[in-house]
């Protein structure tokens, strides 16, 4: 498997992230699991997990903390794509 870089992640409800890798894919990811786990606790706040963002080939949060993409990429399953629509045309 090669390396994976995220290009771009989105924050759904219920702490799940679609997440688009630089080949194309899009991937959901459930960060339940990893909410009773040290200072991942701090992302139970919906405030606090809205606010991840793509940093360098990763997804990191306000807090400092991130997730390697390969762990990210094994451990979320296919998902489509959302498309934006322009609407000023």
Request: with cysteine; hydrophobic share 35%; proline share 4%.
């Amino acid at each position: 498997m090669s390396y994976r870089s995220i290009i771009r992640v989105e924050p759904l409800h219920k702490h799940q992230l679609r997440i688009y890798f630089d080949n194309g894919a899009c991937r959901l990811f459930d960060a339940t699991p990893l909410l009773g786990v040290g200072r991942f606790s701090e992302l139970r706040e919906s405030s606090v997990f809205e606010k991840v963002r793509v940093s360098f080939d990763t997804v990191e949060w306000e807090n400092g903390l991130d997730l390697d993409p390969e762990y990210v990429y094994e451990h979320s399953s296919t998902c489509e794509p959302v498309i934006a629509v322009d609407d000023t045309k």
